[in-house]
């Protein structure tokens, strides 16, 4: 007891900033419907001041107004970044449009196609059942088809619940572009702030953590980065191979779709099945496979490589930690598994490193 009482006495300050720090962590978690919009707005920000940066120093004027060029600045950044999305948005239009009028066109032909393919799939195999066990397997194949209905019915009805439920998040999505112009406009002064409220030991430690997770960060987005350029390059040499139409526009898509957790390769494999079945009915199934090769590719051989090298850990950790993470919180686990995992450790070495200096200064 008399030891604990002197550990804490001699590392009160580290004790007291850990623990706000975990609260604070707890509270996140716990609005993370009220906190998503400002944390997303805190990471495009991020991304986005060294640009601004660059264009506020290497463009001409604002000596007298400094605060007007930042303005300009980020107002161009904002044009030229609508610019972008018009242009892609433009051009998903035309792509979605093309596809659902194909696809329109061809639905009763392609629904008959598949419900015969099925039938004949389903009739073949029956053949080869015995002829002791074939009530059961006309009865298992009934269950089925009622347990596909009820499991869709069931799937849509929880889609518009959590649309539902998430119809506040989205909305406080809406203030996005708000948050990220006031990040961005006064980023240095509420940096200032937020650390000059904290007495001064407290204001040590929250710089040095503030740098590690931006470390973290920067390494984990440019991991992120590399592995949608690759995601994008196979899946447009898998398709450019099938002579699938809009590959361009469906690689750029699944490059996307790379850095949304859990959705992204759903929504992936979705828009190219969709466009197939407008277009190349018959490659649908191959195209899934491909999908599926391509996704089992990232997970056990891009993820640990790429994210390894990039977080400056040993690509077996990778894959420890990455599986820990989907035990623990399913897929989501899975996605933040090796971000979180490296913040945690150099939070932990900064920690230790504290106490170290803490021991050498009462000796």
């Known amino acids: ?57 290497h ?17 161009l950044v904002y044009f030229v970044g609508l610019l972008i ?14 596809t659902a009028s194909i696809l329109f066109q061809n639905l009763p032909q392609l629904i008959s196609n598949v419900v015969a393919q099925i039938q004949g799939f389903l009739a073949a195999i029956r053949l080869q059942v015995p002829a002791s066990v074939l009530q059961q397997y006309d009865q298992a194949i009934k269950d089925a088809g ?21 119809a506040g998040l989205i909305l406080g999505f809406f203030s996005l572009p708000l948050v990220v112009f006031f990040l961005l406009k006064d980023w240095v002064k509420l940096r200032d702030g937020f650390f000059t409220v904290m007495p001064s030991w407290a204001s040590d430690h929250a710089r040095n953590v503030t740098d590690i997770l931006q470390r973290v ?20 040499i898998m398709l450019s ?7 361009p526009a469906l690689a750029v898509w699944a490059a996307l779709m790379e ?11 979705i828009a190219g099945v969709v466009i197939a079945l407008a277009t190349e009915p018959q490659k649908a199934i191959w195209l899934v496979l491909g999908y599926i090769v391509i996704q089992q590719l990232e997970s056990n051989l891009l993820v640990p490589r790429i994210q390894g090298s990039v977080m400056k850990m040993n690509p077996i950790f990778i894959i420890m930690f990455s599986l820990l993470g989907a035990y623990l919180a399913g897929l989501l686990g899975f ?18 490193q504290s106490v170290r200096e803490k021991r050498a200064e009462l000796l």
């Open 59 to 75: 463009l001409p004027g604002g000596k007298k107004h400094p605060g007007l060029k930042r303005i300009s600045v980020i107002i």
């Open 146 to 166: 009622v347990t596909a209905v009820e499991a869709l019915r069931s799937g849509l009805g929880q889609g518009f619940s959590l649309a539902a439920a998430s």
């Open 1 to 57: 007891m008399a030891a604990l009482s002197a550990v804490i006495r001699k590392h009160w300050q580290l004790i007291i900033f850990i623990a706000v720090m975990l609260i604070f962590i707890w509270l996140i978690m716990k609005f993370i419907t009220v906190f998503a919009p400002f944390l997303v707005g805190l990471i495009i920000a991020y991304l986005l001041l060294p640009i601004v940066l660059w264009l506020e120093k």
């Open 259 to 269: 850095f949304i957790p859990v959705l992204g390769p759903w929504l992936t494999i």
């Open 335 to 352: 996605m933040v598994a090796v971000p979180v995992a490296a913040t945690i450790i150099a939070l932990l070495k900064y920690f230790r």
């Open 217 to 236: 960060l920067g390494r984990y987005i440019r991991g992120q980065i590399l592995l949608s350029i690759f995601i994008g390059i196979l899946v447009f």
């Open 85 to 98: 999305v018009a242009g892609a948005v433009f051009y998903i239009f035309t792509v979605v449009t093309s």
């Open 241 to 247: 191979i099938m002579k699938i139409e809009f590959a």
